[in-house]
């Protein structure tokens, strides 16, 4: 039986809760109820108050592909809306193998508390210091946690943009092989877990087998066709390996959609250079690896391991919007720079969109050239002095940044940095910025899919007709994808197939060992957004906060001539009633 475990940050005291309420729920849902339940939603999100949940999906823990995602949620510094964040790495599977569905930061250390490591084993768990990776990068850190607990343990941790609480700080996931590289970036969750003084916390589950299902024959014949229904499609089986999530770039790039210098065009003229394409070549010279999973169990493994010219390890994870967001929107392109630049975030735990959204504030700002990829390095890496005042300024994220550099471009919903799809010219993915709980994010409701990809429907990319239907029906499938710890990308196999939801629900079913329906699915959807509803809304949101920024109405995008033409008011319709 799963539970929920709850640690006070304050007292160091830690208490098993049966699921009680909460029981059904695992991932984004149980995130969400959670802190809808007990966080008051006008609370300071640095404060006592705010909760820390790290939720394990419900298919998570078992054979099941690709089910091995972690949901952080709490309520965000940097949007100040409820925050659900998603990241690959270990942890998910670990933490479910330890028999906990969700993990419960809580409280707030004393005025000058030092920072802690919390591990977590099947014994119990013990609080240690960790003054010695106090301002420590995470990989520095993760070299010294698996001195101490083993290469084989599954880890999240900050860097120093958590630790001083920083708007754009990330929580950072250890991955198969140990490195850091597996962000829950958005919100600025980083800064939640740093308020709380835990610097990592590490899951040792040796002896914890993998959770039966009670219908063993039904689940492993249901997760056998699973399996076959991501490698038989051509994005999951072939295109996303082959490429990673980059090859992107070249599509978005041909579409017009690619946002370069700030979203001033939608067209990068060296888009080639850092293309999926340039990017696996790159890695088969060097001795890399084009396809690596980010979590075991991964069957697509749209990750890759990135090496630099000497072939020794540089990142992984490198993906499509950390390539454009350092790429064709600072208009760097070398693919060195750009991977050092992913690198760096990483280590100091920061968010790669809304720091590739930050660089470029400083280039419009004046503060470094266009271009310039050992320029914007060094301000990534001035956030790990904590004393350091452009730090400071850098590690706040794109707005605040906008803010101190005197710049009126500001490319944010609800305060969060857009992604690597221009809203004028893939309007689906502009009316998922506007109207999802979580500030501007392309996951919530991925429209690029029918906009552009042409997977699970097709609509005019650049015209208004049907994108408030699919953003919204995205937005629903997303939630429950996100609940059931499902990797998103699963979703492009899953809406050309007609069985991908069945065996879905046909898992869940013999998992739990009661009737579990396609309808189920869509309900676990429609109850996680409904309460992210009431959180933001709880906590003064509005129409009025649905809106992209002006210059997006004003501006014409090249080479199409579209301008965002949706209201406020017509955007509604895309929200779960
Ligand atoms: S497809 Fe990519 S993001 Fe998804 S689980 Fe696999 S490696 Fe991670």
């Known amino acids: 039986m799963s539970k929920i475990l709850r640690i006070n940050t304050r007292t160091k005291e830690y208490r098993f809760e049966d699921l009680g309420q909460y029981a059904g729920l695992g991932g984004r849902a149980l995130t969400s109820r959670i802190v809808l339940d007990e966080v008051p939603a006008t609370c300071h999100a640095l404060s006592a108050a705010n909760k820390l ?9 078992t054979i099941v ?14 949007t100040g809306t409820i925050k659900e964040s998603n990241s690959g790495g270990q942890f998910a599977q670990k933490l479910a193998k330890l028999g906990i569905q969700a993990l419960v930061l809580e409280d707030k250390p004393e005025e000058g508390a030092g920072l802690t490591s919390i591990i977590i084993t099947k014994d119990g768990v013990r609080f240690e210091s960790a003054s010695d990776m106090e301002g420590l990068g995470t990989y520095a850190s993760m070299d ?37 590289a597996r962000a ?36 492993k014949a249901a997760a056998k066709r699973w399996a076959q229904i991501l490698l038989g499609h051509p994005v999951t089986g072939q295109g996303l390996p082959g490429f990673g999530t980059a090859i992107l770039i070249n599509i978005i790039n041909e579409a017009g959609a690619l946002p370069t210098k700030n979203f001033r065009e939608g067209r990068f003229e060296h888009a080639a250079a850092i293309s999926g394409e340039a990017i696996a070549e790159t890695i088969t010279k060097r001795g890399g690896k084009t396809k690596h999973g980010c979590h075991t ?73 266009w271009g310039d990829g050992k320029a914007a390095e060094k301000l990534i890496r001035s956030v790990g002095d904590k004393n350091d005042s452009m730090g400071r300024i850098i590690g706040n994220g794109t707005s605040f940044a906008a803010q101190a550099f005197g710049v009126d471009r500001v ?13 004028r010219s893939v309007k689906g993915i502009g009316v998922t910025y506007c109207t999802t709980t979580q500030g501007a994010d392309h996951t919530a409701g991925y429209a690029v899919c029918q906009n552009i990809l042409k997977v699970g429907g097709d609509v005019a990319p650049r015209g208004k007709e049907g994108q408030i239907e699919i953003s919204k029906n995205l937005q629903v499938a997303t939630a429950a ?86 209201t406020a008011e017509e955007m509604q319709a895309a929200k779960v009633g």
């Open 411 to 423: 490319p944010v919903v609800k305060n969060q940095a857009l992604p690597a799809y221009d809203p």
């Open 297 to 369: 169990g991964c069957v697509i493994q749209c990750s890759q391991v990135y090496v630099d010219k000497a072939g020794k390890y540089l990142t992984s994870g490198f993906e499509y919007e950390t390539v454009w967001a350092f790429g064709a929107n600072t208009l760097i392109k070398d693919l060195d720079d750009i991977a050092a630049l992913d690198r760096a975030c990483d280590d100091m735990g920061l968010d790669t969109i809304d720091l590739g959204n930050t660089i470029a504030m400083a280039m419009e700002g004046g503060i470094i050239p």
């Open 144 to 180: 010294k946690i698996m001195a101490k607990h083993g290469a084989k343990t599954g880890t999240m941790l900050i860097g120093p943009a958590g630790e001083t609480c920083r708007l754009a700080a990330s929580v950072q996931f250890s991955d198969p092989e140990g490195h850091p």
């Open 481 to 566: 994808v996100d609940s059931l710890g499902l990797c998103l990308f699963v979703a492009f196999a899953v809406l050309d197939n007609a069985d991908g939801v069945p065996c879905i629900a046909e898992m869940v079913s013999a998992l739990i060992g009661k009737p579990y329906t396609v309808d189920d699915v869509v309900a676990l959807g429609v109850s996680t957004l409904k309460d992210e509803l009431a959180f933001n809304k709880a906590a003064g949101f509005s129409i009025a906060d649905d809106q992209l920024p002006d210059f997006f109405r004003n501006e014409k995008l090249a080479p199409h001539g579209t301008v965002w033409d949706f």
């Open 53 to 61: 949940v790290a939720a394990a999906g419900i298919l998570t823990g």
């Open 184 to 219: 829950a970036g958005r919100g600025g969750l980083g800064a939640v877990m740093g308020s709380k003084k835990v610097k990592a916390i590490v899951l040792d589950d040796a002896g914890c087998p993998m959770l039966p299902a009670v219908d063993a024959e039904k689940f």
């Open 65 to 78: 592909a690709n089910s091995g995602r972690i949901s952080l949620g709490a309520k965000s510094p940097l």
